[in-house]
């Protein structure tokens, strides 16, 4: 593995960083659910994420009024970037203080640029669940951690997007989702599930059944589930047989405990082909979804490089 793909895949122990963690996960939530106070519903919520951006995460385009605006992670220059399509800009710098501090000064950026952001404060999927302006309890951050986290998503994002582009079936965006802190994408077989339980902390049961609606096989990475976060995939409803399917990527296993596959991000990035491991993980765990719960993977899956292959056929036929 050259320098240059060793520097792309940093290493950043979960153990070494977690007050920054639990901090910035508060963080997401308050700006996620500005985002959700606005963007009209989207099936399984779609519409409350964020997106891995070229300097950390960010909104996209949030409707407001007749116009929009976008927030922005920059975990570059560290700051909390507001853009408004009427021109203003403001934001506040990334820096250790409490969920509290920080959602009183987003608000006051936001009142500056003439935003309105009526939100429930009070996160979601974890317990306990302190609401915002009385969490004093996280306040940390740590710029390097923070930096390393964000290079870690943009590694999970780049191939993850690049095993969605096979799919031509109802396929999620990769995205950030703030109540678990997880970045995911969720491919669907086109078949409904039966309602979900439920049962996350501080989340109604609800929730999850608009979630989990349909028959689906997802991915993602999450900063947990090894030493260095994980990459992970589950089925819902999971088909028999499928913890026990035979997974091609080294090192990883289907966790009990979680109640899917992982693949811990340190296996990845010490692999001799870290690109390698991963494709294989993605497909494998899709393989055992969509091949024990009986998909029907020809009319679902498709060549991403299909135009590119005729379009060199053609040529190569004009050449004769």
């Given amino acids: 593995m050259g320098v240059e793909q060793r520097s792309a895949w940093p290493g950043l122990r979960v153990a070494d960083w977690p007050d920054t963690r639990d901090t910035l996960h508060m963080w997401t939530q308050i700006v996620g659910k500005i985002r959700k106070a606005y963007a009209p519903l989207v099936n399984h919520w779609w519409q409350v994420t964020l997106y891995v951006s070229p300097r950390g995460l960010t909104t996209s385009a949030i409707p407001y009024g007749a116009g929009a605006f976008e927030i922005e992670f920059d975990f570059l220059g560290h700051r909390l970037e507001v853009r408004s399509s009427d021109g203003g800009t403001d934001g506040l710098a990334l820096r250790p203080m409490s969920v509290a501090d920080f959602h009183a000064e987003t608000m006051a950026v936001l009142g500056r640029l003439g935003i309105e952001a009526p939100i429930r404060p009070v996160p979601n999927e974890v317990d306990p669940a302190i609401p915002f302006p009385d969490d004093h309890e996280h306040a940390s951050y740590d710029h390097e951690a923070a930096g390393l986290f964000w290079r870690q998503l943009l590694q999970a994002n780049r191939l993850i997007g690049e095993f969605r582009s096979r799919f031509v079936g109802k396929v999620s965006p990769v995205h950030f989702f703030w109540g678990a802190m997880d970045l995911a994408c969720t491919r669907f077989s086109g078949r409904p599930a039966p309602p ?125």
Wanted: proline fraction near 7%; include cysteine.
């Fill in 196 to 320: 979900h339980p439920g049962g996350a902390p501080n989340c109604g049961d609800w929730v999850m059944v608009e979630g989990y609606s349909h028959e689906l096989s997802s991915c993602g990475f999450w900063p947990g589930g090894g030493q260095e976060g994980a990459f992970y995939a589950y089925a819902y409803p999971a088909p028999d047989g499928f913890s026990g399917y035979p997974v091609d990527a080294k090192g990883a296993f289907y966790s009990s405990e979680f109640q899917q596959f992982v693949l811990p991000y340190e296996a990845a990035r010490t692999a001799g082909d870290p690109d390698r491991v991963v494709r294989e993980f993605l497909q494998s765990t899709y393989e055992a979804a969509a091949d024990l719960g009986k998909w029907d993977r020809a009319a679902l899956e498709a060549d991403p490089d299909r135009w590119q292959h005729r379009l060199l056929r053609a040529t190569r036929s004009a050449a004769r």
